[in-house]
């Protein structure tokens, strides 16, 4: 694993960009490329070894056996030479293979997992601004393009060995038909490099498009409900057809160059066998060499035609497998900046905590400026007691419940619950005292069970129909087939909004923390249950509440109701107290009833 | 037996052979083999160029242990053919790869195109029997691990094939006997092959399904981050994950070591034919029945057999992966669709508010228990009826029904008096319209999520038009100055589904969106949520705005909605338990009645 301190992105130019990410691939999974590559080193050596046995046999063997100067049956011997050869050829292939397999694959494993670290560390707010489709296409197809090169790179490392033996072997029959076989090498280089700097950019516009293609077909996925609503499947459609036709055309051209590349890197060990032929004769005429050298030598030509193809895999990878990675690593290196504290704060479960937020602004800049969105916002909320934010769209209560479980950092201001700084505790420290319910509840692919305790053992059935009892919602579950081992399907599609709700503050609940905030989570709930959970929570669960809501209704219920406008606490006091005395919050909370007063009136007017 | 995949009514994949599989691809995407002949025969140009260099080699070698008289002069001219040759042979090749890469990826995207169509044509139903990220990775990820059998495979099958034909003929012409040998010594191994590809297509279709669960898994990570990051779920998170990735890793490697023994075998029986060869051409030679020259070629041809041999196992690998993945978008593609448009469509009675019958209507969902029973209901033209009842009363489902998202089991919905079966889907989906509670909303600015499916409608729509007629929208409902609060107006980016904005803010974008669709018969799940009351005024207005001369057919979650509405319906466990005027169901002193009056206490000891 990388350590937090190196970027996971590979540095430099492109050339030290593809070094880095093939030493890096071999120095993470050593053990098994030591095996793979020492494999495909004898696989190279004892191709080579095959080639010299076989010119051995046409010269030692058939020519005398046919000219009648050996024995026939002397060819057993020859032949069994040939047979141990390929027997140990064999077993190389199949360690070079698996162990090339298993490189690949764990390197691949490493991105996913990396990449999944990520996805669960980095907030919401992060997720929010990145599209699903894209993560999803980083895990699958760019982890796989990251890691292709490490296919053939054995095999390619183990052909080096095989041309140093090459070279060794045909310099030791002759210089000048060595020569003349490796004249082809700086062709193939120049081929290669060529190649690989037409193929580079044209290969990353495909991986491009590959993530868009993804992205489009998730969110279009995510929205069939829609897209059926409104009988827009053509346009979804036409959507689609223009990023996987764009993909074709890239996916065209990377494909022509490697059509027009193969075939000269593919003809070039048969120009060079050529020239051994040739070259060769004249040697043979020459008195220099025998018959049974040529033929090695052109045998082995013949022989390496298809591992020197191996240096054109790789190159052709590398370029594919680059962008792969550096896609990845944008996600892996992307930092978290709210990072956990180390301090481990012991509040006994169930103890409810103050909450005190001091001096809180928080801010961002875009275009038009630097907006506000909370400024100096001092606020304390007694142990035990319950606090309702209202306020409309906008003024920023959303934000300010969000930033006591850490979902962001204020930009200014401290937080703490029961005097520790939320910001030095650890992430578990935090989760296990302070829950957060959001509007939208995420219903997992599992039983109820699961979506209650998220997985965890230590919760027993008692506990959880305590927390279903006191969210209302264990009516329901009883009706389930399998009352809570019910599986509720992905996302729960056949739960109403007020279940999913219910479900979202039970999952709350059974955790019982000392600070409970309730983002707006009751607002699909009728009034009466609303009213109903909260009682129950106050009665028999001792924890801070502060709940985002809009109905009076909820405000009723508060201890204290704070009022915020434009970033900024306008009000403070009971519901009681605040709707006699303070317009703004009159004006806030009655502004549907009056609409519809003043509508009854118009029609009645009209009448 | 399709694999059964947890429920999911999209089988995990065909129960196609490998072979029927091809064929079934090659039949849905026929570009795949546009113009094959051509490329077959540029093929064999191709592949005749791979005889070349055994040939020279015999030629040298003869000469030498002839010992001809003009050795050089000889020699040069069959040089400079063999270059010829070797040169036309590869410029063949060039014109194949470029013919074939073409050709594939044509058919590739139209594979992919057609999946991703047949999967919004499947009812939502069946979609959500499957999760989103499975279905992404049919149309992605499946659909790529084809493309490298169709772009490269397919070539190498192809010249290996090929190839052993020319390496037979040349090897015919010099000895039949060691054709014969090297044949004979190659038919078992082909018959070991077969099971051997059976084990590798077995896991490679493992692969596949593994790669589903763990997208699955990663999926449900990304969209439920808020709750995996409020709940301090990371870690037991980030251990599903990281279980679906080694299951994969380990499906992968398993994979590929079956790959690596079949390759193996490959290669073993090949070079075992070279001994063979060795041994017999020597007896062959001294019995006078062939050259030196001619069984040293002979060893060059054996390699030239072998190496397709080896090759064509190669790919035969790679075939069966791409298999795997044919067979996931082909099962997806062969997923019955549920609710067909019809093949005669009757003449559609002309646009304006229609009038809704539904008939006896009962509905269950498949394998289940009966969710509707004995549903009759009628909605006059340009009326407004409201349905209440409890959660789990149908009320949703029968808004499914309506809306056509299902049939129902037993009885009949009709439109304008025409059965919902005989509109056309473009028909019904113009003139009848669901908004769903939670509008999704695509990451795009608010105007383009309110023009959203315009230029279907009106093909041809310029731009212009576009952003005059939701400008018109946007000024008709009374949303200007809700939008004169965003920074960026109309042109503000709402985020991934929507997630920028408040709960409120999206439905207001979902009403303009179905106020410029102009549908006649508007079937509304209201939203349940409170939001802000100044946006709440402001979705009231609109949807008074939106429901203005159309027919409605409102799931009201508040009964002041139901109060409003011109016909009220009350159901119960799936029946229709009352309905009437709102007034009329309040003087029947009933279940309505009941509701309505626990509904004004509980509202009227909020008022001051």
Not at chain 1, 61 to 90: E, K, Q
Not at chain 1, 204 to 223: D, I, K, P, Y
Not at chain 2, 151 to 158: A, E, N
């Amino acid at each position: 694993m990388t350590s937090q301190n190196t970027p996971y992105a590979l540095p430099g130019s492109q050339t030290r960009q593809s070094i880095t990410l093939m030493t890096r691939g071999i120095r993470n999974e050593w053990r098994i490329y030591a095996i793979a590559i020492a494999a495909s080193g004898v696989f190279g050596l004892i191709t080579v070894a095959t080639s010299r046995v076989v010119g051995h046999l046409t010269s030692s063997y058939i020519i005398p056996i046919l000219d009648g100067n050996r024995s026939v049956a002397t060819i057993w011997a020859g032949a069994g030479i040939l047979f141990a050869v390929i027997v140990a050829l064999v077993i190389s292939i199949v360690f070079r293979r698996i162990f090339a397999a298993q490189g690949t694959f764990h390197l691949q494993a490493r991105h996913r997992r990396a990449l999944g670290n990520k996805f669960v560390e980095l907030p919401p707010a992060w997720h929010r601004q990145t599209s699903p489709g894209k993560l999803l296409s980083n895990v699958s197809s760019d982890s796989e393009a990251a890691t292709s090169v490490f296919n053939p790179l054995p095999f390619m490392l183990g052909v080096v060995v095989m041309l140093i033996a090459a070279a060794v072997m045909l310099f030791s029959i002759d210089s000048w038909l060595a020569l003349s076989a490796f004249s082809i090498i700086p062709i193939m280089i120049i081929a290669n490099l060529f190649f690989q700097q037409k193929m580079t950019p044209a290969v990353t516009h495909a991986q491009e498009l590959r993530g868009e293609v993804s992205e489009v077909a998730h969110e279009s996925f995510e929205a069939a409900t829609l897209v059926k609503a409104m009988g827009t499947e053509d346009t979804e459609a036409k959507r689609f057809d223009t990023v996987t036709d764009d993909l074709e055309k890239a996916n065209v051209r990377a494909g022509t160059i490697r059509a027009v590349f193969d075939p000269i890197i593919d003809a070039l060990p048969n120009i060079g066998a050529l020239l051994v032929l040739i070259v060769g004769l004249q040697r043979v005429s020459a008195g220099a060499a025998t018959a049974g050298d040529i033929v090695s030598a052109a045998y082995l030509m013949s022989l390496l035609a298809v591992p020197v193809r191996s240096f054109g895999w790789v190159l052709a990878e590398l370029p594919r497998s680059v962008v792969g990675y550096q896609r990845v690593a944008q996600v892996v290196d992307t930092t978290n900046t709210v990072t956990p504290g180390t301090h481990n704060m012991t509040l006994t479960p169930g103890e409810p905590a103050e909450v005190k937020l001091a001096d809180i602004g928080v801010s961002f800049t875009d275009e038009h400026g630097t907006q506000h969105v909370l400024q100096n916002v001092t606020l304390t909320i007694t142990a035990g007691t319950t606090m309702v934010l209202m306020g409309r769209t906008g003024a920023g209560k959303s934000t300010l419940v969000s930033l006591i479980p850490r979902l962001a950092d204020p930009d200014q201001g401290t937080i703490t619950i029961a005097d520790h700084n939320v910001a030095e505790l650890t992430r578990t420290a935090l989760s296990n005292s302070v829950v957060f319910v959001a509007q939208s509840t995420f219903i997992f692919e599992d039983t109820v069970r699961t979506n209650v305790t998220l997985s965890d053992s230590a919760y027993t059935d008692e506990q959880v129909w305590e927390a279903l009892e006191a969210a209302h919602i264990a009516d329901f579950v009883r009706t389930l087939p399998k009352g809570i081992n019910t599986n509720l399907g992905e996302r729960g599609s056949n739960l109403s909004g007020g279940q999913r709700q219910r479900l979202a503050i039970a999952r709350a609940l059974v955790r019982r923390p000392s600070v409970l905030i309730l983002d707006d989570a009751t607002s699909a709930l009728d009034p009466q249950v609303e009213q109903a959970i909260l009682a129950t929570v106050r009665q028999n669960y001792a924890t801070t509440v502060i709940m985002v809501a809009y109905r009076a209704a909820s405000a009723r219920l508060a201890d204290e109701v704070c009022v915020l406008a434009h970033g900024n606490i306008v009000a403070r006091g009971t519901h009681d107290q605040l709707v006699t005395t303070n317009n703004y919050y009159q004006e806030l909370v009655m502004a549907y009833e009056r609409d519809a007063e003043q509508r009854r009136e118009d029609s009645n007017a009209g009448l | 037996m399709p694999d059964s995949n947890n429920g999911s009514h999209i089988a995990s994949a065909s129960n196609l052979g490998a072979i029927a599989t091809v064929r079934r691809g090659i039949q849905l995407t026929p570009e795949l083999i546009n113009g094959i002949w051509l490329t077959l025969a540029l093929a064999v140009l191709a592949a005749a160029g791979k005889v070349v260099i055994p040939i020279t080699v015999q030629q040298a070698v003869d000469a030498t242990t002839s010992g001809a008289e003009n050795l050089l002069g000889e020699i040069t001219t069959v040089g400079t053919i063999a270059l010829i040759a070797i040169a036309v042979a590869a410029l063949s090749t060039t014109a194949v790869n470029i013919r074939l890469v073409r050709n594939a990826e044509r058919g590739l995207a139209r594979l992919r195109q057609q999946a991703f169509r047949h999967i919004h044509r499947l009812s939502v139903l069946t979609q959500n029997t499957e999760r989103r990220g499975a279905l992404v990775s049919r149309v992605t990820s499946d659909v790529d691990t084809i493309s490298l059998f169709v772009q490269w495979g397919g070539i190498m099958l192809l010249t290996s094939v090929l190839q052993l034909v020319a390496a037979t003929a040349v090897m015919l012409f010099y000895s039949w006997q060691l054709t014969i040998l090297v044949w004979v010594t190659f038919i078992p191994f082909m018959f070991l092959l077969r099971p051997a590809q059976r084990r590798v297509n077995v896991s490679f279709t493992r692969v596949r399904s593994r790669m589903g669960d763990l997208l699955g898994a990663v999926s449900e990570a990304i969209v439920g981050s808020s709750t995996v990051y409020s709940y301090g779920i990371a870690d037991k998170t980030r251990e599903k994950i990281t279980t679906r990735v080694n299951e994969h890793r380990s499906a992968g490697v398993q994979a590929m070591t079956h790959v690596a023994y079949s390759f193996a075998a490959g290669v073993f029986a090949a070079n075992l034919v070279l001994v063979v060869v060795v041994i017999a051409g020597a007896y062959l030679g001294v019995a006078g029945n062939i050259t030196a020259g001619q069984l040293v070629a002979f060893l060059f041809l054996t390699q030239l057999f072998t190496g397709p041999v080896q090759l064509a196992t190669e790919v035969l690998n790679e075939l069966q992966n791409a298999v795997a993945g044919w067979r996931r978008v082909i099962a997806v593609i062969e997923t019955p669709i549920d609710v067909t448009s019809p093949e005669n469509s009757v003449t559609q009675p002309p646009r304006g508010p229609g009038a809704l019958t539904i008939t006896d209507v009962a509905y269950r969902y498949p394998g289940g228990d009966l969710v509707l029973n004995d549903v009759n209901l009628h909605v006059q033209a340009g009326k407004r009826v409201a349905v209440v009842g409890e959660t789990g009363s149908g009320k949703t489902t029968l808004a499914k029904l309506v809306t056509r998202f299902a049939d129902p089991t037993h009885g009949h919905i009709a439109f304008d008096g025409i059965d919902l079966k005989d509109h056309s889907q473009e028909d019904l989906r113009t003139r009848i319209l669901l908004i769903p509670q939670e509008g999704f909303l695509f990451n795009a600015t608010i105007a383009e999520n309110i023009a959203y499916g315009i230029s279907q409608r009106h093909p041809g729509i310029t731009q212009e038009n576009i952003t005059q007629t939701v400008h018109q929208a946007i000024h008709e409902l009374g949303l200007t100055p809700w939008l004169s609060t965003l920074p960026n107006g109309e042109n503000t980016e709402v985020g991934q589904r929507g997630e920028r904005l408040s709960a409120g803010e999206r439905q207001l974008i979902a009403l303009a969106r179905a106020y410029i669709s102009g549908a006649d018969l508007i079937v509304m799940d209201e939203v349940t949520s409170a939001v802000d009351p100044a946006t709440e005024v402001t979705i009231s207005r609109a949807l008074e705005k939106l429901m203005d001369g159309k027919s409605t057919l409102t799931i009201a979650h508040r009964l002041s909605t139901a109060a409003a509405s011109d016909h009220v319906v009350v159901m119960d466990s799936g029946r229709v338990v009352e309905q009437g005027t709102h007034e009329q169901l309040l003087a029947l002193q009933g279940r309505y009645s009941a509701m309505y009056n626990a509904w004004i206490s509980q509202t009227t000891s909020q008022q001051h």
